[in-house]
């Protein structure tokens, strides 16, 4: 059985340990495009009527940074409601909190550079 520090340090360095597993010979580029893949199928099929849920990071009042990855359902004209994280573990509220003044310094950035 895997604990969440396991999981964490996956999560963390998932590109690492590909690269690692390919012995040098490339990068975890093919899961970021499958990802992307996956994303764009799903906001097409919310626009031709389907019922889409999945992650995605919006603008969100769940937290207050200003935007936030949550599951989100999508319908015809986009985003039709952010959907809440559900109750987090101990374990996953003390990462939670270390990660989100972080967050919203790396959001401002983002802001400032789309401001320029």
């Known amino acids: ?5 396991c999981y964490s340090q996956t ?16 990068s975890a580029t ?3 495009a499958y ?8 906001v097409l099929k919310a626009m031709r009527g389907e019922e889409v849920t999945q992650c995605a990071f919006v603008e969100s009042d769940l937290t207050d940074a200003e935007f936030f990855a949550s599951p ?15 109750e ?4 996953e509220k003390g990462w939670f909190d270390k990660m989100l003044p972080e967050l919203k310094k ?11």
Do not use: C
């Open 1 to 5: 059985m895997y604990s969440h520090q």
């Open 11 to 26: 999560k963390e360095f998932g590109g690492d340990e590909v690269v690692a597993a390919k012995a040098g010979a490339g």
């Open 30 to 32: 093919l899961s970021m």
């Open 35 to 42: 990802a992307g893949f996956i994303f764009t199928e799903n």
């Open 72 to 86: 989100v359902k999508f319908g015809k004209d986009g985003v039709e409601d952010v959907l809440p994280l559900g």
């Open 88 to 91: 987090l573990s101990a374990y």
């Open 106 to 116: 790396q959001i401002q950035k983002g802001v400032d550079f789309v401001n320029k």
